[in-house]
T-cell receptor, first 112, second 112 residues
Framework: EAQVTQNPRYLITVTGKKLTVTCSQN?????MSWYRQDPGLGLRQIYY???????DKGDVPEGYKVSRKEKRNFPLILESPSPNQTSLYFC???????????FGPGTRLTVT | SQQGEEDPQALSIQEGENATMNCSYK?????LQWYRQNSGRGLVHLIL?????REKHSGRLRVTLDTSKKSSSLLITASRAADTASYFC????????????FGQGTRLTINP
């Protein structure tokens, strides 16, 4: 089954404690992206990757890091989480470019 | 500010009626996409319309695009309870075309 998986699905953490949210897709897609969703703000793109070792900033990259060492994986790293990063995070992938994206189920992150 | 803005923010109709949602954007686009999100879940791609297309159909969905007015509409005909969800437009820009910018969404409720 074609899918995008994210782990963990729920996470409560404290300010400053580094964390990684994993994202994996099994469709051999070149393009992968991370979004955050906040009430009243819709989805905002954090980072995206056109292919292995090719990443670029979205609209809200501050406080986040990503890497793309393998085609199927695109982890999101929060080196020092802060409460304003409390949000619902989605990973997405698509064949080539930001078209017809497949979304993961989401990770609900709370930073206290 | 958001590239895409949707109208209305919320819409409630009776089952069987048609639902129309509108999306306006600010800068020139490569394509415009519509996605559906069921309560806190991952988004599902519905339809993509390219900048050189004016209308597109998929099942009960009809999307129009007016690039002169920088606007798009999504029509869902013969609505069903299962159509209850949030609907988002997303634009892939000509400049920075590898980004996908989402609107804030329309919350659609279908009453039985």
């Amino acid at each position: 089954e074609a899918q995008v998986t994210q782990n963990p699905r729920y996470l409560i953490t404290v300010t400053g404690k580094k964390l990684t949210v994993t994202c994996s897709q099994n469709m051999n897609h070149e393009y992968m992206s991370w979004y955050r969703q906040d009430p009243g703000l819709g989805l905002r793109q954090i980072y995206y990757s056109m292919n292995v070792e090719v990443t670029d900033k979205g609209d809200v990259p501050e406080g986040y890091k990503v890497s793309r060492k393998e085609k199927r994986n695109f982890p999101l790293i929060l080196e020092s989480p802060s409460p304003n990063q409390t949000s619902l995070y989605f990973c997405a992938s698509s064949q080539r470019g930001p078209y017809e994206q497949y979304f993961g189920p989401g990770t609900r992150l709370t930073v206290t | 500010s958001q590239q895409g803005e949707e109208d209305p923010q919320a819409l409630s109709i009776q089952e069987g009626e048609n639902a129309t949602m509108n999306c306006s954007y600010k800068t020139s686009i490569n394509n415009l996409q519509w996605y559906r999100q069921n309560s806190g879940r991952g988004l599902v791609h519905l339809i993509l319309i390219r900048s050189n297309e004016r209308e597109k159909h998929s099942g009960r969905l009809r999307v129009t695009l007016d690039t002169s007015k920088k606007s798009s509409s999504l029509l869902i005909t013969a609505s069903r309870a299962a159509d209850t969800a949030s609907y988002f437009c997303a634009t892939a820009l000509i400049q920075g075309a590898q980004k996908l910018v989402f609107g804030q969404g329309t919350r659609l409720t279908i009453n039985p």
